[in-house]
């Protein structure tokens, strides 16, 4: 186990909707990314937060947006939600030191948009 | 942008051999290149990582290549066991202008181990 968890497993939403996805990093780890894995996909970098500041983003929209929280815990919302968006949504938590960086993935969250 | 082809959608390797995949890449040159297991309906699990100066890389029944001059990557499998069924993704970190760009995947390889 990694040590980082994800809430909700499953969640069915329309479209239109807003969603919002929690993770809780590994303790210790300064670092969060959340990443969108289509079905047959490998995941896709959304966005990188560093000390709770967003620090590098993906080729995604502005509807996803974040938060990254001082007791390790960091939020994904979606607002306009679109069919597309379903996917798994994964959170990676890891400790940025200049060097390279592992990175230590939750269970993700399954997303259904209809 | 950064593009990572795996060398095949599933492969099939009977008990007992050497299952040998295949991370190709092309337009950067990414310091390091990272190996990761994912079984389904789970998140990837780190395995290993390979800087650009650094030819091989072993860990236990893993083995990684980085050969940056062909700008590809193997992972090698010995011994294979069912258990190591499962789909593996290939990564490179790519930093640009001081922000993080965060691991860019390739689709993975789904390896099927039949006893």
């Known amino acids: 186990e990694t040590g980082v968890t994800q809430s909700p497993t499953h969640l069915i939403k329309t479209r239109g909707q807003q969603v919002t996805l929690r993770c809780s990093s590994q303790?210790?780890?300064?670092?969060v990314s959340w990443y969108q894995q289509a079905l047959g996909q490998g995941p896709q970098f959304i966005f990188q937060?560093?000390?709770?500041?967003?620090?590098g983003r993906g080729n995604f929209p502005p509807r996803f947006s974040g938060l990254q929280f001082p007791n390790y815990s960091s939020e994904l919302n979606v607002n306009a939600l679109e069919l597309d968006d379903s996917a798994l949504y994964l959170c990676?938590?890891?400790?940025?030191?200049?060097?390279?960086?592992?990175?230590?993935f939750g269970p993700g969250t399954r997303l259904l948009v209809l | 942008s950064q593009k990572i082809e795996q060398n095949s959608e599933a492969l099939n390797i009977q008990e007992g051999k050497t299952a040998t995949l295949t991370c190709n890449y092309t337009?950067?040159?990414?310091?390091?290149l990272q190996w990761y297991r994912q079984d389904p309906g789970r998140g990837p699990v780190f395995l290993l990582l390979?800087?650009?100066?650094?030819k091989e890389k072993r860990k236990e029944r893993l083995k990684v290549t980085f050969d940056t001059t062909l700008k590809q990557s193997l992972f090698h499998i010995t011994a294979s066991q069912p258990a190591d069924s499962a789909t593996y993704l290939c990564?490179?970190?790519?930093?640009?202008?001081?922000?993080?760009?965060?691991?860019?995947f390739g689709k993975g390889t789904h390896l099927i181990i039949q006893p």
């Open positions: 990676a938590s890891s400790w940025t030191s200049g060097g390279e960086e592992t990175q230590y």
């Open positions: 303790s210790g780890h300064n670092t």
């Open positions: 937060y560093y000390r709770e500041e967003e620090n």
């Open positions: 337009n950067y040159s990414p310091a390091y």
């Open positions: 390979i800087r650009e100066n650094e």
């Open positions: 990564a490179l970190d790519i930093k640009s202008g001081g922000g993080a760009d965060g691991l860019t």
